[in-house]
Every structure is written in C-alpha cells, then in structure tokens.
C-alpha cells in the first residue's frame, strides 16, 4: 500500500455499545472523492446512517475528521469537522472547530474517528497514539463544558488535546454543542447532542507521530511564502486586535445586524457592542489556534451580579445573536451570556435565537410570566438570558420545546410564532438579517445544513451589483457554495483567504505539494460539488417530501418590511424568493423541487446514488 | 491641482463584482480623502471593511497626500 501524503492513512471506527475499537486503512476512493473533514463526515454519513436513524439514537453516527492540511506546517491547517445526522434538522448536519485537535488526532495515527453505538454509562474516548480506550467518566457527568475539559487536563496532561460537552449535550439539546480547546465551539447542528445520546463526554487525543507530505522543499516554499504575505498583511494588526468583533459596526450600519428576533436588522445601541469595546472594556489577551498569525482568539473578563468569569470570546456571530438580537446593553453582558452559554454547552447562535424568540413570544403574550417560571423574558435582560439558557440546557418549563429549537418551540407554543421562528430546516439563522440582500438570503435558504453563513457569504455582492437585483444572484451562491466548504474538507481556516485576502492560487499550489495528487483547484472544486449534492441526496433519500419547501425562510422575511434603520420599508417578496430558487434549481441542474436529477449526480460519480434515489422513486 | 493616488482592492474583495479592478491608479484632486478615493474607484459604501493607508487603519474621512496607497480588504464575512 502506497503512502497517503497528507494523511495519517487510518481511520479509527469506535463502537461504544460493543466497546471494540479497529482502525481501517484510508481507502484511496474515499480520499479521491472526498478529500477529508466534512467530506469525510458527508461520505460516511451517507453510506453508514440509512433512512429513518434516529439522530439521537445509538444507530446514528458521528465522524470527527482532519483534512489533509490539518496538522501540516502551513497557515492554520486547524479545522477538524463533526459530522453525523443532525437532531436539529432531522438531516446530515456538521459544524467544525479550530483549536489544535486535528492536527492532534493525525499525529496520533488518524484522519478521522467514526464513533457508533452508545456507552452503557458515562464515558470518555482516551486516545495516545496507538492506545485507545473508552473510559468511564462518571464524575464528569453534569460538569460545564470549560470545566471539563481543565479537570481532564489536570488529570491527563497539558498537551492532550479535548473536545468535550456541557450539561446541555448531555441533556441532548439539538442545539448542544462541541467545545475545545477552552472556549472553541462546533456549535452548529448539535453535534454535542449525537455525542451526549452516546453517553460520550468528551474526547482526549495526544499523538507523537509524523505526517508524511510529498513535497517537503515544495510545501516549504509555499507555506513561507503564505506566512510572509500575511506578517505584511496591512489588515492583520486590525485582526489581531478585535478578531471577528470587528464586524459588528459594519453589519449595522448596511442594515444586517439582527436586532430583536430579527425583527429590525438595525441596533441603536450596537456601539456598545463594537469590536473596539470588547477591545477596551473586557479584553484579557489574544490567542490563536494551530499555525495561524492572526489570533482572533479574545480572551475576556466578564462580571456580573458579583461573579467575574473568564472566555474566548465574544466574536460576530455571539454578538449579533445574543447582544442585538437580544437587544443586551454593552459587550460585557454579551460577554457573560456567552460564557454561559459555553459552559452550557449550547452553540450561541441557536442558544442566542432561542431566547430571543422567547423574549418575542412573551412581549407579544404568546407565553406568560405562568409559563416562564416568573421570569420577566424582556428583550434586554441579561438576567431573562441566563435563566432561560438554564432553562433550555436541564430541558425544564419553556426550556424543554426551546431545546428542540425555534421550529418545534413555535409548533408548541403557536399564536402565529411560526412566522418569527428564524430558522431553516430547523437550524436556527445565524448572523446576517438578509432582507435586504437576496443572494445571502438564498444562501441561507439553500444551505445544505439549514440557516448557516458558512457555505456562502454573499452580502458584499449584493451591496456591489445591487441591493434589488435578483438575476445572476444564485450563480455567485453556488460558486461559494463549492469554495468555501472546500477548505472544511482540506482541515484549513479560510479567515487568510476570505478576510486577509491571500489568493486561493496559494491553497492550489499546497495541495499538490502536501497529498503529491497533481490535482488543480477546479478539481478539487468538482469534488466539492460531489460533496454538496451528496448531502442534498441525503434529504431527499431520508424523506419523500423534502425538496423545495425546505428551502423557504420565515414568514417575517417576505411579509414584513424593515422597520427602521438604513434600510428602512424594504423587503423581499415572495416571487422573489421564488425567481431565486428557480434559477438555483435550474444552475445546480435539480429539478424545481430542490432534488437532483440522475443525471447531474451520474456526472459527479454518484452514480450509485442516482440508482437508489431512483428506485426509491425519488428523483428522475 | 491633482494627485496620484493608489487603491488595491484585496483580491477576494475585487471578486465579487465583475470589472472591480485588483489595482486602481487615480488622479484625485488635491484635498481628496479615502472616502473619495474609494468612490473613484468604483467601491459604494458597505463594500469594505478595514481600509489602510500608509500602514495604518483610515476611514472615510482620512486626508490622503500625493504618492499615497490606499488598501482595501472586504467586511468581515464570519470565516
């Protein structure tokens, strides 16, 4: 068997039910077709999780993968994806974190790890290199997510790296997060509920062994050449200061900061919620994950009612969900919302979306003081905050239909809440209120995990070729619907190529150098489009009605226009909505139901795929 | 009296819109700040995030001198 350059060349398989733990060798098909990270989590959540698995049941799995620039000497090879099917959304789900896990989990031997069954009681999976056991944690059941991962620290070793889960995980929130490396999150999708189902509370990986990589002098070129370019970099000291909190002004003043449940996308008071605040009030230090100059890591101090606690964070997205969203009066007590809920263990976006939905709700009189608790669920209140996030995470009073996400809550609480359950798919919106936008806001319709930035971030192109226009939108979302989940498959951060501008010219001159492939960039780019449809096969092999209508945004967002703010009195419409899917459909080559054809997936060497979907008389 | 002034739009930036130039040179009239600079070359507000001249952080409003280069990265997109 040849080397795999760039690979560790094995993948763990852990079954908790059974307790046996195998590897297998990284199969050259698997890594041809999917390259790593999330690619990996898509092909074997396809292949392994059939129709009908319960997300939070011992059959579904998760798959915690590196990519191939995980680990590597270049800049910020730091990702490692979580995939399984998502509680959330009833559909494949992944969410990924930096920190220093993937490069960890390849130097003790391995790509990814493929964890199935569930534990008899509470566990943990010990990783060093070649030994691995699954360990059990009793005294770790019902600890904070930041204090378990210090308690296995001080047990283990400073240099194991931890991914683990708070009470919320344990309680299976399907908004429960992953959390590393002290205060990192793969927040998204509840991954840390598929890992509480499995009574696993966490993951200690240390390795000792190497990466092969084809090209050393190669790699070695590129790589200084990255590093150079970005130490004068003239952004980066901006970087370096506020990290992503910096984008909190900005978001407000073109109308895109959800304020209130998203009903205004404009926050009168988003000055006390600016990255120079959390820069000035609360800032303790900066840090960075694996090989990256930008350290957009912030330490900060947060006090509140005579509690002083510390976190990494608060970036955009905490800011926007939690502070304006919320409608919080200044960066400290977004601070301690999010320490809150990182202790938790609740991903801030859904958790910061939840309790605003619930501050709606209440105001509104859809839900009463009687249903609340006695909590005074106000827009505003950082004590409404951390009582319900409380609330949500042990699953009691409003917390338990809130734990289930806004879509459930809105079906359980009704009174016309559907219409501002911010959501797709059941996963909750995140960062950028989008009517105003309308490639961002097919961005977020067709996400493939439901209402997520990640996969394509198209605002600025609508501010550049037109705030109304409708045409010509859906083909930039489909473009950075391959490029960016890209780097989730490679293992690398995309913040040097997106945000400091290093060209992606960069990034195709290392994968040759790393894997030895003579591959180019558009190669991998078809890759990615393999991956993106696999996932849609996903939906529409797991139920006969998905298509379409889950690709539709609230109600709020086509029927009420923007109150205030830069963008006053706008709105998208609901033809609008409909121009934009048509000619998505029609570009990804799906039919206009969302599904697609045999054809399209025949041309991404899915044609096994193509032949089930078939003959489940799903697609045609 | 005019002015040569430089804009480089970082590359990712330049994507999003057909025909934006990766690097712009300009004459501006003596007197021109960033904020004209960035409207001469074809940037409507909301499209750039941190704007540096000179090795420091400008905005809008920033006096630019004869010879200046003026450097253009997009918003913050969330990574």
Redesign the interface.
Known sequence: MREMHGYAGTILRVNLSTGTVSREPLSEDLVSGYIGGRGFGAHFIYREVPPGTDPLGPGNKLVVAAGPFSGVFLPSGAKTSFSAKSPATGLYGDSNIGGHLAGELKYAGYDAIIIEGRAQGPSYLFIEDDRVEIRPCEKLWGMGAIKTEKALKDELGDEFQIATIGPAGENMVVFASVNHDIGRQAGRCGMGAVMGSKNLKAIAVRGTKSVPVADMAGLRKVADEMFSALAANAALKVWQDQGLAQVTTWSNSIGALPTRNFRQNFYENAEALSGERMRSDIHVRDKACFACPMATGKYCRARHRGETVFLEGPEYETTALIGSNCALGSIEEVAYANYMCDELGLDTISGGSAVAFAMECFERGIITKEDTGGIEARFGSLDAFVEIVKLIAARKGIGEPLSRGVRAAAAAWGGGSEDFAIQVKGLEWSGYESRGAPSMMLAYMTCDIGAHHNRAWSITHDIAVGRNVIEGKAAKVIELQHVRPLFDCLGVCRLQWVELGLPLEYYARLYPAVTGRQETWDDLLVKSERIWNLVRAFGVRERADFGRADDQPPRRFYTEPVPDGPLAGSRITREDLDRLLDEYYDLRGWDRNGRPTAKTLERLGLGDVAAELLAKGRIS | MTMKVTVEI????AA??PG?AERAELDLPEGATVGDALAAAGL????W??V?VG?K?ADVSTKLSPGDKV?V???????
């Not at chain 2, 409507?44 to 499209?47: D, E, S, W």
Request: net charge positive.
């Open positions: 970082s590359r990712v930036l999003i819109r934006l409507v507000q909301g499209l995030g941190i540096v090795g952080v450097t990265f997009p918003p913050v997109s969330g990574g």
